[in-house]
């Protein structure tokens, strides 16, 4: 049953894989930064999943673990939030720092993670490995996935709201009130699939999640995606 599992992050990977290339046609043809910052947001999502899809297929290699803990576990939601910060912050030098601020710690992560020593090989043989488990209660690798992923769901959460708070009530921007609440639900869905499902070790629970959450992320996009239709009125005739 749990080795059935494996297709669930498979597909999650591949509708990441998917997302992905229509943000980078988007952004090749108009240039803009949020789609870029969410370009790197799912490939990391992608990575993520594929390693886990391995990781459930045939066992955890160390490899695997690191890849999906830093793309997944750490990374890949503070990049979203980067991308949401884009649409909501016009003043380009504080997205220009933000930008070389998340260069810079995603660098760090990733140095961190890959180098971390393994404190209980055993518990890779676990169908989801917890960081605590694998790293160490209290180590850095460990640790790294609450202080960074934790405060960048919140933010991108808030963003997300209060630009549909911004939108509420005029019919010509639906969609994108919809499409951007569809965002939100979709990474509040891989966030609690993941806390859960980890947390528990129930492998449908976080596979489910993370297929699910990735589907109405890409829903939310194409439907705020749709041209803004704006209401012509008809000129009234002279009396």
């Given at each position: ?52 899809f391995l990781g459930i297929l045939d066992r955890w290699s160390e490899g695997e673990f690191r890849v999906y803990w830093a793309f997944g576990a750490i990374l890949n939601v503070p990049w ?160």
């Open positions: 049953m749990l080795r059935a599992m494996w297709a669930l992050p498979l597909a999650a990977s591949v509708v990441s894989l998917v997302f992905a290339g229509v943000l980078a046609r988007g952004w090749v043809t108009g240039r803009r930064p949020f789609q870029a910052a969410w370009v790197v947001a799912l490939l990391m999502y992608a990575a993520a999943s594929l390693a886990l979203l939030a980067l991308g949401e910060g884009y649409l909501l912050i016009r003043r380009r030098w504080i997205m220009a720092a933000a930008l070389v601020g998340l260069v810079f710690l995603s660098a760090f992560v990733i140095a961190q993670v890959r180098s971390a020593p393994i404190e209980d090989v055993s518990a890779l043989a676990h169908d989801l490995p917890l960081g605590r488990e694998v790293f160490g209660d209290g180590s850095t690798a460990h640790r790294l996935a609450q202080w960074i992923a934790y405060p960048a769901y919140v933010l991108l959460l808030a963003g997300c709201v209060w630009s549909a708070w911004g939108m509420r009530g005029r019919a010509e921007l639906r969609d994108r009130f919809v499409g951007t609440l569809l965002i939100a639900a979709g990474a509040t869905v891989v966030a609690i699939g993941s806390g859960i499902g980890a947390g528990l070790d129930v492998v449908p629970v976080f596979t489910v999640g993370l297929v699910a959450g990735i589907v109405l992320m890409f829903s939310g996009f194409l439907r705020a995606s749709r041209p803004v239709r704006v209401a012509v009125s008809a000129p009234s005739r002279a009396p």
